[in-house]
Structures are given as structure tokens and as C-alpha cells.
């Protein structure tokens, strides 16, 4: 009986004494990963991209700039020529607000790399009127035909409708609406839009 209860007393201090000797191993292993970590050398900062120059004409007018090669149309325009009138909507290129026209074709500024337009022609709302004031066919059938309410989207839309005029893209309706879908109006004045281009396109072709 006696050897009994030694035998148990030597199993449970083996087992109490692999328990504690695990412990104080982990213990071990973690405070030299802390130390470790700790005397570890910080991340070295990646470096930002140095300014990339270039030149690009703008309602007809060169802008020379130095940018990181990363910024976008959108973001020239803004915030270092000072052009407002493209507006800043999902800046994910689903709403286009931000749409201009490059050579006579629309794109999503948000999604165009300035350093990708030497040499070719941005028109942005601020260079549809005339200098004296006088505002474009397009410009003037909006107001015409209340084709906006908050106002927000409006730059964009005007613009993709001279775009979509000028494509040969707005022959009926139905064309009109299919190539102003990019277009995003969150107080739906679509059917003043159709209406406003519609009248728009006669002046633009009499001009």
C-alpha cells in the first residue's frame, strides 16, 4: 500500500514539475522575443517618389508642374492649378463627376495619371464659356431646362454632354441616356438632362 501512494506521489510531482518547466520555458522564450523585438532596427521609411515634371495644356493654357508620378488628373486639377469645377464624388471613377474631356474625348480625372497627358488637350468646365462670359450651348440648356438641383454632378454632366455630342452619341434619346449612364445624378433630373442636350445639340451643330 505504502509503495502505492510513493508511486502516485512520484506521478503527480512529475506531472506538477513538466507543467511548471513548460511555464517557465514560454516565459523564457517570450521575454527574449520582446528584448529581441525591442532592440530590432525600425522599418526603414520608404522614400517618397521625387516630383516628376511635365506640362500640360489646360482650358488652352500650359501649366508646368512637378508631381509625384502617382498624382491624378483630378488632383492637379484641384488642388495645384486651382480648378474646383471638377468635383471629387466616390473617387473611384463610378459617378462621374469628376469627368472631363482630354482631346475631345471624356475620361475620369479621378482615374488619369497626370504625367499621362503631355502633349494632349484638357478641357474642363471652366473652359467650356467663352472669355467674354458667354456661356456654352450646353451650359445655358441646362439652366434652360432646370436639368440640375443640388448642382453637384453638374460640371461633370455638362461636360460629358458636350463629350457625348461631340462622339456623335446623341442622336436619340435612348443614345443619349446609354452614353450619359456614367453619369451619376443622386436628385434624378435625367429627363431634363436628355431634354437640355437635345437643345444643346442643335446650337452646337449651328456653331
Known amino acids: 500500500m505504502a509503495s502505492s501512494k510513493e508511486g502516485t506521489s512520484k506521478s503527480v510531482w512529475s506531472r506538477r514539475n513538466f507543467l511548471v518547466t513548460s511555464m517557465v520555458s514560454t516565459m523564457s522564450a517570450t521575454t527574449l522575443l520582446d528584448q529581441s523585438s525591442a532592440n530590432a532596427a525600425p522599418a ?52 462621374g463627376a469628376c469627368t472631363v474631356m482630354v482631346n475631345d474625348r471624356r475620361v475620369l480625372s479621378c482615374l488619369t495619371l497626370v504625367a499621362t497627358l503631355e502633349g494632349r488637350n484638357v478641357i474642363t468646365i471652366e473652359g467650356l464659356s467663352q472669355a467674354d462670359g458667354t456661356l456654352h450651348p450646353m451650359q445655358q440648356a441646362f439652366i434652360d431646362h432646370d436639368a440640375f438641383q443640388c448642382g453637384y454632378c453638374t460640371p461633370g454632366q455638362i461636360v460629358s454632354a458636350v463629350a457625348c455630342v461631340k462622339e456623335g452619341h446623341a ?34 451643330k449651328e456653331a
Open 44 to 95: 526603414a521609411t520608404p522614400e517618397p517618389h521625387s516630383p516628376h515634371p511635365t506640362i500640360i495644356n489646360v482650358n488652352g493654357q500650359p501649366y508646368h508642374l512637378a508631381l509625384d508620378i502617382r498624382t491624378t488628373l483630378l488632383d492637379a486639377l484641384r488642388d495645384h492649378i486651382g480648378l474646383t469645377g471638377s468635383k471629387k464624388g466616390c473617387d473611384h471613377g463610378q459617378c
Open 171 to 204: 442622336a436619340t434619346d435612348a443614345d443619349i441616356r446609354e452614353y450619359m449612364s456614367g453619369n451619376l445624378c443622386r436628385c434624378a433630373a435625367y429627363p431634363n438632362i436628355v431634354d437640355a442636350i437635345k437643345q444643346a445639340k442643335a446650337k452646337m
